[in-house]
């Protein structure tokens, strides 16, 4: 216990000095002086007042067999099929708990599981040792899967956790068995101090497919960032596991590929070995006709690209894809693999080997699909968060990449499951506290101080003379104002246009981008949908007007709706024929959850569904017609 005492202090010492340094440039003055010229203020809000959310993240039952629901308004006749959704739906299995006690300061609520310290200290010391057992990340919850089956103007709706082998671990042992993101699983108490000794350098991949429905082959899974994802009966909602690995040299892949006509799609994941990492893009082939193999047979590595740093290697969550094109951002979010591969034996989370480094660029790799080459030219621009791609397209020799982004990397920190439960004041200043300092040094990160997530325009030269001029702006395209300058070095700087004005400001910006995706994806578009973030999560819906910058929103009070999905009409004519669902959720008890229906172009409401049964905050969805 003792050296695990003592590595405390210089993590301390660590982290009380990227807390004054996060103090010390907030300081106008200092602020100014520590940026760098192509370095842009980042953006903030000032809130107060948010209302507590805690029951949206709270555990709820499945609803496995399908229950009708009340319509108010009317559906359109044409909308028949099932909305998926994916999301966390339980965070504690006995007394091991995926988020902290309300009071933390209170180290009788913070006792390891499995433990009977007999003393104050005691309690102190091993919830020093054993505290990431129980800190814990709104990512970290049981996948719950959600269907809406939509027909003839009705919907029932049913719900089923993912029994994947984490969730049958936990439910049988009734204690968390395998860690997740932010949550490390303790050495079950009942073993042998070899046994639990040596369960410290056991890491197990989680198949807790939480994220996102994908598909391939035809085939429906559910995804997360491991190499393990659960293909899904859409009938049962019952799922085998399938393994990346099996198939292509890859430790994991995203929870956002993206789909070709024909039915190809294209992902990316690392790969790991003795000399670091690598990043991969995965071609996953259409299904032959007439075959009915619907595996992953056949998938390959199109590209390989090595990281700026082998063993700090960027997290991605999605990447964008043009007619021709794969592009890829390698932001200054890292992830430090030493960190990752000594962190069950530490007694740490995998969140904690991540960490935000704005004193690196950002740099964008352009692969071509046909050859699998990597384009030759150095693409870079300030330091930047991003998870979500809108769209790309090619026009007039470049890509034109639009992205949702912040200016700052704090966000995945604000999502821990005890800020999401706080109220009031402590709401506005959500305080958290690191891992290994819990009961030392209380930290303030507050909705305010987390950069706002803006849409935001890039152009991609596609290819460069030798002898272009320095100082050259290379976009030759009169629609937009973002640019792409070679500097002396020859990289090219790129310097985004905001697609926005001052009302998504005062929105809160906006994440979780759609748009029409077969119709519009890697092609000139026009609108995107997205959620509003004037809370913690989506507390709006917006539509945005890509070429005149307005938008659209709808908004009830006490209300926080989920990510848009775009379903179009059938024979549409218009980019925006159709409608947009989004599952609506209320922390009010006098209040339910419904199903909105809203139509595409108008943004005004065309009925909703409600459903008598509570619903977490989920992540992502997709819509299956008929």
């Not at 044409?78 to 739906?89: A, V």
């Amino acid at each position: 216990m003792i050296p695990h005492i003592l590595s405390f202090f210089p993590f301390l010492l660590k982290e009380v000095a990227l807390l004054l340094w996060s103090l010390f440039r907030h300081i106008p003055v200092v602020g100014g002086l520590v940026l760098s010229q192509k370095q842009q203020q980042v953006t903030y809000s000032n809130r107060k007042g948010l209302e507590c959310l805690s029951p949206l993240f709270s555990s709820v039952q499945e609803t496995p067999q399908p229950i009708p629901t009340k319509i108010e308004g009317h559906l359109p006749k044409w909308l028949r099929g099932k909305l998926l959704r994916n999301g966390p739906g339980k965070f504690e299995f006995g007394k091991d708990k995926f988020s902290l006690s309300e009071n933390l300061l209170e180290p009788e609520k913070v006792k390891p599981v499995g433990v009977r310290p007999s003393t104050h200290l005691s309690s102190l010391l091993l919830a020093f040792v054993l505290a990431d057992a129980r800190f814990n990340h709104w990512f970290d919850g049981m996948a719950l899967l959600h269907q809406f089956e939509i027909e003839n103007g009705a919907v029932k709706y049913r719900s089923k956790f993912l029994r994947s082998d984490s969730y049958m671990a936990n439910s049988e042992n009734n204690r968390i068995m395998i860690s997740e993101f932010g949550t490390l699983a303790v050495p079950d108490p009942c073993k042998s101090i070899f046994e639990r000794f040596r369960s410290r350098f056991e890491v197990k991949s989680t198949d807790n497919c939480n994220v996102n429905f994908t598909v391939y082959k035809g085939d429906y899974y559910v995804s997360t960032e491991t190499n393990l994802m659960r293909k899904v009966d859409l009938e049962t909602l019952n799922s085998e596991k399938v393994n990346w690995s099996r198939y292509v040299a890859v430790s994991g892949a995203t929870a956002h590929p993206h789909y070709e006509p024909d039915g190809t799609a294209y992902n990316m994941g690392n790969s790991y070995g003795k000399h670091g990492s690598n990043y991969n893009i995965i071609r996953v082939p259409p299904q032959e006709p007439g075959s009915d193999d619907t595996s992953l047979q056949g998938a390959k590595v199109l590209c390989t690209i090595e990281p700026k740093e082998k063993m700090k290697p960027s997290y991605y969550h999605s990447f964008g894809m043009s007619e021709n094109y794969i592009i890829f951002i390698e932001q200054p979010l890292k992830m430090n693999l030493w960190k990752f591969i000594t962190a069950k034996v530490l007694g740490n989370s995998f969140s904690d080997g991540i960490s935000w480094e704005p004193q690196l660029n950002t740099h964008f790799y352009v692969v071509d699909k046909r050859t699998g080459q990597v384009l030759p030219g150095q693409y870079c621009s300030q330091a930047l968060l991003f998870f979500h791609q809108i769209n790309a397209f090619e026009d007039q020799g470049c890509i034109v990449l639009d992205i949702c982004c912040q200016d700052e990397g704090g966000a995945l920190d604000a999502y821990r499951l005890q800020n999401l439960h706080r109220t009031g004041q402590a709401l506005d200043q959500v305080t958290w506290l690191w891992a290994r300092v819990q009961l030392l040094l209380l930290l303030w990160q507050t909705y305010n101080s987390v950069s706002r997530p803006y849409p935001r325009r890039f152009v991609l030269p596609i290819s460069v003379a030798p002898g272009t001029p320095v100082g050259q702006n290379l976009s030759p395209l009169p629609y937009t104002s973002a640019s792409a300058v070679k500097d002396a070095d020859g990289k090219i700087w790129c310097t985004y246009e905001s697609l926005h004005d001052e009302r998504l400001e005062e929105a809160g910006g906006l994440e979780f981008p759609q748009i029409n995706y077969a119709r519009c994806n890697g092609k000139k578009y026009r609108f995107f949908y997205g959620c509003g973030f004037g809370h913690m999560v989506g507390d709006s819906l917006i539509k945005m007007d890509s070429k005149t910058k307005e938008l659209k929103i709808w908004k009830e009070e006490g209300m926080y709706p989920s990510e848009p999905v775009f379903v179009p009409e059938p024979n549409a004519a218009a980019e925006d024929g159709g409608v947009i669902l989004s599952v609506v959720l209320t922390p009010r008890q006098n209040q339910g959850t419904f199903l909105l229906v809203l139509d595409a172009k108008s943004f005004a409401e065309l009925g909703r569904a409600r459903v008598p049964v509570q619903m977490p905050y989920g992540f992502h969805g997709v819509f299956v017609p008929r």
